[in-house]
């Protein structure tokens, strides 16, 4: 069933931008104000080292496009690197197409790009109290988290250390908070999951992804749209949160999950490395890998244009 809000998907491997629009139109700005595209609803934008394609319908052509665009490794990598890379991008690979495929049947979508910023300026994981109070009228929620939707937590390996700016020590507490952050929230995905569907074997059989998407099926229509809503206006303080979050729906509980993954992230780390290092992590890297963005209200749809950069 089709939901009545605004879709975008934005989602990187490596150096490969993909966004697929499902309604509406989005403007991709180019480097320093050229090579500007306009990517129209059934598109997917896919943007790389080799430039920037447009490429009509089928999210899962764009896919498989990207999983061929990476660059090659360096001659030097050693085996030990070589399949740590290639274990990575499998898990980004099948992440962005479970991601795709959920979209195209009506869930949100991750967005901003890199180097996104919020309308007061302020960077997109981190908008202002005007900004909120603005995204409380479009129902629109937006947030980064921690790549959470393959199978295994993502791995930062040496070079991608070394290009991120990590030392060994800060590496081992990158690696090992993502890793607790990814257990728990699969862990308490499969929880709700049960609630919802009620077989415990299947959940054991599937990916997060898929039971996610699982369980978006199965819950009440507009429940999410709802959810929204009030999780917009609590964010800009016009709402209290609720006292007993185990009387909410199970979608919405779980959206209010992953809304606190940022924070949690940095949180964890910070408790490793200092606060000012985890916070600046966060702004050098534009968040922790995933950007989510979830707009509309209940009973309304439209269009609109957006700046994805």
Request: proline share 7%; glycine share 12%.
């Amino acid at each position: 069933m089709k939901r009545p809000w605004r879709d975008v998907a934005a989602a990187g491997i490596g150096a490969v931008l993909v966004v697929t629009v499902y309604e509406g139109s989005v403007l991709f700005a180019g480097k320093d104000g050229g090579g500007d595209k306009k990517v129209a609803a059934g598109q997917t934008l896919v943007a790389g080292p080799d430039g920037v394609r447009v490429v009509a319908g089928d999210p899962a052509s764009a896919a498989a496009l990207a999983e061929e665009m990476p660059a090659a490794p360096e001659a030097s990598a050693s085996r030990e690197e070589l399949l740590q890379r290639d274990t990575q991008q499998r898990a980004e690979i099948a992440s962005l197409r479970a991601r795709v495929r959920d979209l195209a049947t009506g869930g949100g979508g991750p967005g901003g790009g890199p180097g996104a910023r919020t309308p007061s300026g302020r960077p997109w994981f981190d908008p202002s109290k005007e900004d909120l109070v603005r995204y409380a009228a479009e129902c629109r929620v937006s947030y980064d988290l921690p790549p959470i939707n393959g199978t295994e937590p993502m791995t930062i390996g040496p070079r991608m250390a070394e290009k991120m700016g990590l030392s060994p020590e800060e590496t081992a507490a990158y690696n090992r908070v993502f890793a607790s952050i990814h257990a728990s929230y699969v862990a308490e995905l499969r929880k709700l999951y049960v609630e919802v569907v009620g077989d415990a074997s299947r959940a054991d059989e599937l990916s997060p992804d898929a039971m996610l998407s699982e369980l978006r099926d199965k819950s009440p229509p507009g429940e999410e749209e709802r959810a929204n809503q009030r999780i917009a206006q609590e964010r800009a303080g016009l709402a209290q949160p609720p006292a007993d979050l185990s009387r909410l729906s199970a979608i919405e509980r779980l959206m209010r999950l992953q809304g606190s993954l940022g924070e949690r992230t940095e949180r964890e780390l910070a408790a490793a490395i200092g606060p000012e290092r985890a916070r600046a992590l966060r702004e050098k890297n534009d968040g922790w890998g995933m950007h989510r963005e979830f707009a509309g209200c209940p009973g309304k749809d439209g269009e609109e244009d957006r700046a994805v950069r």
